[in-house]
């Protein structure tokens, strides 16, 4: 009878315990991570097609980046932007970020960008600068 009452209450304690580790929740991830710099270069492409500027900005930094399993890879990406001399409709491959802070005018985004590699589909979810 004992065992009726002791087994929650041992279940109750596990599972607040483990609350720390949720299952399915955000994890931190290395910048370097290859699934991350393909969800970000998607962000930026995007990012720069929405923006009304006429010149293209890059990420000068990585400050944050979180990934979480769903039906495929939700990463959340925070990540220091400046602007570059290249134009929109340029032809330039790479263009670096002006070394002059009042022309890259650095701003700050947060990208969550929504991966399912094997369907091909990449969509950004969510836009905050």
Same mark, same amino acid.
Request: glycine share 4%; aromatic share 8%.
């Given at each position: 009878? $004992?065992?009726?009452?002791?087994? &929650? ?6 599972? %607040? =315990? /483990?609350? !720390?580790?949720? +299952? ?6 290395? &910048? @370097?991570? =290859?699934?991350?710099? @393909? !969800? ?11 923006? @009304?500027?006429?010149?293209? /900005? ?10 979480? %399993?769903?039906?495929? #890879?939700?990463? %959340?990406?925070? %990540?220091?932007? !400046?602007? #570059? ?15 002059? +802070?009042?022309?890259?005018? +650095?701003? $700050?985004?947060?990208? #969550?960008?929504? /991966?399912? +590699?094997?369907?091909?589909? #990449? ?7």
């Amino acid at each position: 009878m $004992l065992w009726k009452i002791v087994l &929650p209450v041992l279940a109750a304690v596990f599972a %607040v =315990e /483990s609350g !720390a580790m949720m +299952p399915g929740g955000f994890v931190d991830i290395d &910048p @370097n991570n =290859e699934g991350l710099r @393909n !969800a970000l270069n998607y962000a930026v492409v995007q990012h720069n097609r929405r923006s @009304n500027c006429m010149f293209l /900005s890059q990420v000068a930094e990585v400050v944050k980046a979180q990934s979480q %399993v769903v039906a495929g #890879t939700k990463y %959340v990406i925070t %990540v220091r932007m !400046a602007k #570059t001399p290249c134009r929109k409709n340029g032809a330039n491959d790479v263009c670096a970020i002006h070394e002059d +802070p009042a022309k890259a005018q +650095p701003y $700050l985004c947060t990208f #969550t960008v929504w /991966s399912r +590699p094997w369907l091909n589909d #990449t969509r950004l979810l969510n836009e905050t600068c």
